[in-house]
């Protein structure tokens, strides 16, 4: 029985040490992650302000259009692209503070 409480210990400090090596490589591979996505940020945000902008001009010119046809419900039409479009700048911009850039 002794003996078996010795191995017992003895298995639980190896694998006690074995953790740590492994907690060792998990911490450089977070580190590594972080940089990698650090650079992926700005093409993203900028990703995202240009889909942004495409969306306020495609929204901009559909509103004009109904607009000057006499559609008289275009707020619905207004506040749904205009929120599309803010929406994406915000996150562009949650994105960035996110990360700390």
Same mark, same amino acid.
């Given at each position: 029985?002794?003996?078996? $409480?010795?191995?017992?210990?003895? $298995?639980?400090?190896? !694998? $006690?040490?074995? %953790? ?17 996505? *650090? ?9 995202? /302000? ?15 259009? *109904? ?10 039409? !207004? ?8 929406? !994406?700048?915000?996150? %562009? /911009? ?8």
């Amino acid at each position: 029985m002794v003996f078996k $409480a010795k191995k017992v210990w003895a $298995a639980v400090i190896l !694998l $006690a040490l074995h %953790a740590q090596a492994f907690a060792q490589n998990g911490v450089n591979g977070l580190n590594t992650a972080t940089t990698t996505l *650090k650079t992926y940020v700005a093409p993203v945000t900028n990703i995202t /302000l240009v889909i942004g902008g495409i969306v306020g001009i495609v929204g901009a010119i559909r509103v004009y259009s *109904k607009w000057n046809s006499g559609d008289q419900d275009i707020n619905k039409e !207004l506040m749904g692209w205009g929120g599309s479009c803010v929406f !994406l700048v915000v996150s %562009a /911009l949650v994105i960035k503070a996110f990360f700390g850039l």
